[in-house]
């Protein structure tokens, strides 16, 4: 199961534009604003515009100054596979070494026949802690 999702990650990556969270995909509402520290944030829900396997729904954390996105959490619009009933993925993101890039991820799957799955990976190394507010 770990390997069919980093093989979608993977497919998804590669498929980009028909993946990215851009007006193309995705219908956007604003739902609110918070703070994360001392850096305000929007939050918005995110509707995919189509049935596809690497659209969420749900909703996306955006820095309020440089928009960029700091973290989303949904479900996918389409099953990623008959054996999975319903996924929670959430990522998060943050600056490291001067790049922008998602810095953890979490997804828990109801499996069918098997229960309940939580995969959950981190990308920093601990010597580089990711800087909480954007420059």
Known sequence: ???ELLDRETESAKKRRGSEISRTNYDF?????EDFGVVP????????KRKDK???RGQIWV?????RIRRIEGVPAK????WIKGIHI?????ELGGMWIPFSFDAIATVRLLGQYTLAG???????????APK
């Open 122 to 132: 981190l990308n920093i190394r601990a010597t580089d802690p990711p800087s909480a």
């Open 90 to 94: 959430t990522l998060q993101f943050a």
């Open 79 to 82: 099953s990623p596979s008959f």
């Open 41 to 48: 944030e929007y939050v918005l829900r995110i509707v995919p």
């Open 29 to 33: 509402v604003f739902l609110r604003q």
């Open 63 to 67: 820095d309020a100054s440089t928009f």
């Open 54 to 56: 690497f659209l969420l």
């Open 1 to 3: 199961m770990v390997r």
